[in-house]
């Protein structure tokens, strides 16, 4: 294994009046190389077309597309992923957003904070993820 990964836990049982799958913990202790990502959201990172104007589950789709496709890039992987942050324009993305994000992430357990913002900068831009990974030395 990569990292350590301290006090696992699944937001069924933390949220557990929301339908919200993810699997999460308090602490990792990495060693490696530190990469930060830039915050991704709904927008084509070759192109850079807006995705899913509006539209929570499309825009995060985006995002973690693009997250995994910069870590591939930079010679990692999902399993590297340490650390995100996931700013919201509305808590009523939450529930989508994070579902979302927990098909792309299942069985990573980093540590998440999320944040309710007023706005991106784009006003079709619902929501954004900032990763920091570590590659294993070993990768």
């Not at 836990?9 to 999460?24: A, G, H, K, M, V």
């Not at 579902?99 to 357990?109: A, D, E, M, N, S």
Request: with cysteine; aromatic share 8%.
């Amino acid at each position: 294994m990569a990292h350590e990964r301290f006090r696992k836990f699944n937001t069924r049982e933390t949220y557990p009046n929301q339908s919200i799958d993810n699997d999460l913990c308090q602490t990792v202790k990495a060693r490696g190389t530190l990469v930060f990502l830039r915050g991704q959201v709904g927008q084509d990172i070759d192109s850079f077309d807006s995705v899913g104007d509006g539209d929570p589950v499309a825009q995060t789709d985006q995002a973690m597309k693009n997250v995994l496709q910069l870590l591939e890039e930079a010679g990692g992987k999902k399993e590297h992923i340490c650390r995100m942050q996931v700013f919201l324009t509305d808590r009523a993305y939450r529930d989508p957003v994070y579902q979302t994000i927990g098909k792309w992430l299942q069985g990573v357990y980093p540590v998440s904070t999320g944040l309710i913002v007023d706005g991106l900068a784009r006003p079709e831009w619902v929501m954004e993820i900032e990763v920091t990974a570590v590659i294993p030395d070993e990768a």
